[in-house]
């Protein structure tokens, strides 16, 4: 079977002057590789027809697949959809079902009183022969067009709008359920596991002679992130059960040089596994936060359904509200300091007390620029998670940026909290 | 004078299977833009031979100077090297210079014991016709060569290792300097300007005369992101003084086309905004969320220095912690229900009380995608914000996933948290 390549163009000046960092197309990417399409170039140019059109002329001549994002906004430095019917020699009209959709959203959804302005309109307005591709979150359609490339191979174009939630949803419910209709994939199965508290070259040194003995048509992927990796093994093959079996005894045994280090056998967050352990066991929890300011608490909310057991968080940034409302010790923080092993204890006590719930998790540390000691450098993090029978602590450095340490301690916090939820 | 162009490619799978997010470029491209040089494209490809090739030749075609970032590690399907070395003719010889920054690195700074491994000296082989460019924070230099392209215009390429800081270091200290030598750079300004409150064609309304009557060296941009607009203005010009002093005039008048819809004239965040609000007025915040579950607090505390006006917050997730901690009444929940303008009064009155700040913000709404009823629908929000003396509420509508609704209701609840500084 023929490898299926696609070419990304994303369009937009802010690509070209820094402003805007391209998370689309790594979206995009992934989701093409999860059912078997390989990006083979991507391309970024300008709002400026001219490269435009060299860039559709140029990516058809490669891939089988052109995704074009960008450039479809209501806003006049737009010149994506003339270009586009002059590219396919076709006229604007138009589309009821898309005006439909526009006042649909303005009216309803953004309750916008009056007629539609004109540039809004304008946004229904599509070229007459491509397929309209319903965008469910926006104003702008995708547009799906079919033409054949110079040596006479049909290429499939598609433009999506590059607000990233708007070509995120189009992606997914549109794009990759008509691409699986067009073209023979070829049969792709990955599993993947994730692993927390090693970073990426000890887990690879611990799966070396794994790797190693994998056959040709299955691959190893690591993805590190903020303290984890992620572990994809991924099979191809022509006979979908075939390959699933081979992916499955493979990823059995993967994960039995794992160990202590897998945190989940699915690719799911941190935030997911908590949220699952604590259904199960009908349990509640609360956070304390001091560095993380708030960003654990944010996590465990992204999860729908979060409040069946998360009650609540105090975001204790000052010292003051450490002792006003979570009960730490005045003495405890002259004595030992707000970053200290005793405090991240009191903190987990009060909240436990206060917030009333099973379980609580901790932090203080110092995620910089500024604020660091000899003794204390920038990075020092304690986390402590407990219930009301007992508390467990761990100290840790982090040394990157303040973000950075923000996410890890977070994540971190919650790797502490499900080890001690499992035990406990 | 000539537009200097620049096209970047980077090399890497990782790219094109969506595991990494390419930063450099933006990098790159935000460094070359503030000299004057314009990235006209933007190509990444594989760590496939024949693909960089192409790129380099057709990069070549459209651009004066082609900077490449990747394939430089020490690792064996690094395919780079060699190639460049074909591609400009040259054979690869080993550089003393280099290999004793090598050396120097891994003994002095890595503090690796024993002599170097083979694939560690060969980082130090160049090919013989480049002018080596120091990295001083890793062990691949970076190299400029000098080549016509196929219509005999001279074109400076230059490779560049991918690590973002290393890469960093080189753009910064040997690139951008030398690039000043060789070109004689046109004058370029940005200015930025920000506005909340009003959609991007909204915006676009109002500034449609304005935007007409730009002169041709002068560009407008629209920027949306998550309820709010960034709007930038390009000129570009011989001589900088006459180019700042024509955007200074444009962006002015733009300003007052913006009244109250105008957050910020400068390219920064809201949490910045308001952080440099309450240090000018040393004044104290904490927030009471229930919604946004944290996210409020966590985009405020990643402002380095935000514990001098920050002091914590409450996330009231359960009814529970909203009466026990934030003295929220019980009949008003009965009667009203958590999302309704009373209980985020009572949690803002609560907050300014419990916390012992001078402001507090109060968010209470149903983000999704389950909760809602016909009275409040998912994306129903209500907001205050204010003071021991006055209470400012609003009602908010959105209707996004739950992802997208919580960052809406953060940047809305900062927004009139913001208006109300200003005003009280």
């Known amino acids: 079977m023929n490898q299926l390549n696609a070419s990304i163009i994303t369009i937009g000046d802010e690509l070209l002057i820094g402003q805007t960092i391209d998370t689309n197309s790594a979206f995009i990417a992934q989701e093409f590789n999860d059912v078997g399409i390989w990006v083979k170039r991507r391309v970024a140019v300008g709002d400026n027809f001219e490269d435009i059109w060299n860039a559709l002329d140029e990516e058809s001549g490669q891939s089988q697949i052109i995704i074009i994002t960008g450039g479809l906004g ?62 469910a979150l926006g104003t702008a359609p995708g547009m799906w067009f079919e033409k054949d490339n110079q040596k006479g191979e ?34 792709i199965v990955h599993r993947t596991a994730f692993t927390a508290g090693m970073g990426e070259s000890g887990v690879a040194e611990i ?42 005894r493979y990823f059995d045994e993967m994960q039995s040089y794992l160990k202590d280090i897998l945190v989940s056998n699915q690719d799911e967050p941190m935030e997911e596994i908590i949220g699952k352990l604590l259904k199960g066991k009908n349990k509640t929890l609360a956070t304390a936060e001091s560095c993380t300011g708030g960003y654990i608490a944010h996590l465990i909310t992204t999860v729908p359904g979060s409040s069946q057991y998360f ?6 940034y000052s010292n003051e509200i450490k002792m006003k409302i979570l009960d730490v010790s005045e003495q405890t923080l002259t004595e030992k300091g707000a970053v200290s092993e005793e405090i991240v204890q009191q903190m987990v006590k009060g909240t436990l007390d206060r917030l009333n719930t099973d379980y609580a998790v901790a932090t203080s540390g110092i995620m910089g620029p500024d604020g660091g000691s000899i003794e204390k450098p920038v990075g020092t993090v304690w986390i402590a998670a407990g219930n009301k029978n007992k508390i467990i602590t761990k100290k840790f450095h982090f040394r990157f940026d303040r973000q950075r340490n923000i996410q890890l301690s977070a994540i971190n916090a919650l790797n502490l909290l499900r080890i001690f939820i499992l035990d406990n």
Chains 1, 2 share one sequence.
Not at 212 to 226: C, D, F, H, I, T
Not at 311 to 316: E, L
């Open 74 to 135: 209501p806003t006049a430095d737009d010149i994506t959809k003339p270009l586009l019917c002059k590219y396919f020699g076709a006229e604007l009209v138009l589309n009821e079902e898309v005006l439909k959709h526009v006042e649909y959203l303005f009216h309803q959804v953004f309750r916008r009183p009056g007629p539609l302005l004109k540039r809004n309109i304008m946004q229904a307005e599509v070229p007459e022969n491509c397929t309209v591709l319903h965008n």
């Open 154 to 187: 049909k290429t499939i174009f598609v433009s999506l709008p590059g607000v990233p939630h708007e070509m995120k949803g189009l992606i997914t419910n549109e794009v990759i359920p008509r691409l699986l209709q067009e073209f023979t994939m070829p049969a």
């Open 207 to 248: 799966l070396q002679d794994f790797e190693n003995n994998l056959p040709e048509n299955v691959k190893l992927a690591y993805l590190p992130s903020y303290g984890m990796v992620k572990l994809r093994l991924t099979a191809r093959g022509e006979n979908k059960a075939e390959v699933e079996a081979v992916v499955s």
């Open 311 to 316: 009650k609540g968080t105090v975001v204790a």
